[in-house]
């Protein structure tokens, strides 16, 4: 199982990314998918659940931070997970993390629910 993100940068409030996980190695339709983030100083085990879709039934789920903002897709065709942000504010400063877990994982959108994750990629939002 490898996972790779890509679309962070450096952008102004207000503006809007889009972030990518590249799926290698398994079967796409039968995992959940799950995007994360992490603050500077916070471990690992602290990282946020932001959003997460479920592909078997195409389900998804979104913290409180990303509901009406963020998008989470998934593109069977090119095993892609995305991440679409919107209105970007500085508070959503912070490292992303792609997961995937079999079927589902338990409890969602949880850190202790995935298994597998990417390495990041690092988005900041200046006021």
């Known amino acids: 199982v490898q996972l790779v993100e890509s679309g962070g940068g450096a952008v102004q409030a207000g503006d809007s990314l889009t972030l990518s996980c590249e799926a290698y190695g398994f079967d796409f339709d039968d995992f959940a998918f799950g995007w994360f983030r992490q603050s500077p100083g916070k471990e690992a085990q602290e990282r946020e659940g932001?959003?997460?879709?479920?592909?078997?039934?195409?389900?998804?789920k979104y913290a409180e931070a990303a509901k009406g903002r963020f998008t989470i897709s998934s593109d069977r065709g090119k095993n892609t997970e995305t991440l679409q942000m919107n209105d970007l504010k500085p508070e959503d400063t912070a490292n992303y993390y792609c997961a995937t877990e079999y079927l589902w994982p338990d409890p969602p959108i949880s850190v202790e629910g995935y298994d597998f994750w990417g390495r990041g990629t690092q988005v900041s939002v200046a006021s």
């Open positions: 932001i959003a997460e879709i479920v592909n078997r039934n195409r389900s998804t």
